[in-house]
């Protein structure tokens, strides 16, 4: 403190002592009208105390805080050098100290006195209040666990008053808190400090929220992720997949694993595929879920064949299997069916043709007239068909006495030609291309 600070606390205390030494009559000494209110204030704000007084006249009106016997104010003068304080009053009777910006050490019992002999004063109890910090030291950082462990989050706060703490995940589900028995727990919030978590599954896994609150804000939160690992596990949603030649097919794998694994398609167990203008590949990421897609634009045939993802990571690896086919399209199935009609047309004459070659077989093995068969043995329907003829000049004569002449007489047709023995030209090229066709069908 310097020289001149020293003499203007010197000559404020003589003053002081003179006033206090001067007398007054009974009826005219100062009182206080009313107790000082307790107040309080959150760090940061300003804080005012009251001392109202009756009867003030020439004495004077101090304030000084007790936590440290500082002298603060005489009447609207600043004795301390806190330039946070100041003093006013409202027409000698309500006195105002003021404090700006509160800070946590300003919190205590505040004392307005009057120099009157003896003395006389009244205090107040100013409160600061702060709002929740969550220190670094001695809170969880982010941790990371594998299946089935156990893991402890703890927060650890300060605040006036002393803040509530609870526990929630950020993404809104509930925390699962594990089996106990037969029944499962969980929870939307945890209240305390600490947050224990048992039977680690992926489920687990995401951030979690230490919030602390104590009524003064804001309130104050910190992020604590927990990663979990475990093996690839693979889903195929369409394990079989059918596709017009020509055209685009999408397929597709989800994937479980953490940490973030490898992932890759081959075709044919040997052909690692690589994004380019015949394949796209894409994954979109959701924390340990990994959607898997393989466009193939354009099929062509040798894109007919089984695909493979896969996914490792240092836990392991996993592989999904797909068979890609190929569809007839509408085109195709159209002429697929006319064809189809075409083909039982042709069958139906065919078997229409064959039947009537039979018919027409069955007569031409009938005897000609001019065989040595006795017509008298031929079926009626060969009878029936076979037209009237004229008796030829080899057929048996008979004598006027009825008696057959002798068989050096007779003498055969040579007329006959192979067209009465064996079917015309038309049927034969029926049985032919009849012959053919069934060949090529069993081809």
Not at 38 to 56: F, K, P, Q, S, Y
Not at 101 to 113: A, F, I, L, N, T
Not at 116 to 142: A, K, Q
Not at 427 to 440: F, P
Request: hydrophobic share 35%; aromatic share 8%; net charge positive.
């Amino acid at each position: 403190m310097s020289i001149v600070s020293w003499f203007v606390l010197l000559v404020v205390a003589h003053l002081w002592a003179a006033q206090a030494s001067f007398k007054v009559p009974q009826g005219e000494i100062p009182q206080f009208a009313d107790p000082i209110p307790n107040i309080t204030a959150a760090v940061g704000r300003e804080a005012r105390l009251e001392c109202t007084v009756e009867n003030l006249g020439n004495y004077k009106v101090a304030w000084i805080k007790l936590s440290t016997q500082t002298l603060l104010t005489i009447d609207t003068m600043v004795i301390t050098r806190d330039n946070r304080i100041r003093s006013t009053n409202n027409n000698f009777r309500q006195w105002y100290l003021h404090i700006r910006d509160v800070k946590e050490e300003d919190r205590g019992y505040y004392m307005c006195q009057i120099n009157t002999e003896p003395m006389i004063n009244m205090r107040g109890f100013l409160d600061v209040l702060l709002p929740p910090t969550i220190l670094e030291n001695g809170t969880s950082s982010d941790v990371m666990v594998n299946e089935r462990s156990s893991v402890s989050l703890h927060c650890t706060t300060t605040g006036y008053p002393k803040p509530k703490i609870f526990w929630r995940r950020e993404d809104g589900k509930d925390i699962n808190l594990g089996s106990f028995g037969r029944k499962s727990y969980s929870a939307a919030k945890v209240e305390g400090n600490y947050l224990n978590l048992t039977h680690i599954t992926r489920s687990h896994m995401g951030a979690y929220l230490c919030i602390a609150s104590n009524g003064i804000p804001p309130s104050v939160s910190k992020r604590i992720m927990l990663e979990v690992n475990f093996p690839p596990k693979i889903r195929v949603p369409n394990q079989v997949i059918g596709a017009a030649p020509g055209s685009d097919v999408t397929l597709e794998c989800k994937v479980q694993a953490w940490p973030r694994p490898m992932t890759s398609w081959v075709r044919n167990e040997d052909t690692l595929l690589l994004a380019n203008s015949k394949y796209q590949l894409t994954e979109a990421y959701d924390s340990y879920n990994i959607d898997m897609k393989l466009k193939i634009n354009n099929l062509q045939r040798e894109d007919f064949s089984a695909y493979k993802c896969g996914a490792k990571n240092a836990l392991g690896d996993k592989e999904g299997f797909i068979r890609l086919h190929a569809m007839a399209t509408k085109q195709t199935q159209k002429k697929e069916r006319d064809e189809n009609i075409q083909n039982v047309s042709k069958s139906k004459e065919l078997h229409d043709l064959t039947n009537g070659t039979s018919t027409e077989s069955k007569i031409l093995k009938a005897p000609t007239t001019n065989s040595l068969t006795d017509q008298s043995r031929l079926s009626p329907t060969v009878k029936k068909s076979k037209p009237n003829l004229p008796k030829s000049e080899g057929s048996e004569q008979m004598n006027k006495d009825g008696k057959p002449r002798q068989r050096s007489d007779v003498n055969f047709n040579t007329t006959n030609t192979c067209g009465d023995i064996f079917p015309d030209t038309k049927n034969i090229y029926a049985l032919v291309w009849l012959a053919v066709y069934n060949w090529t069908r069993q081809l």
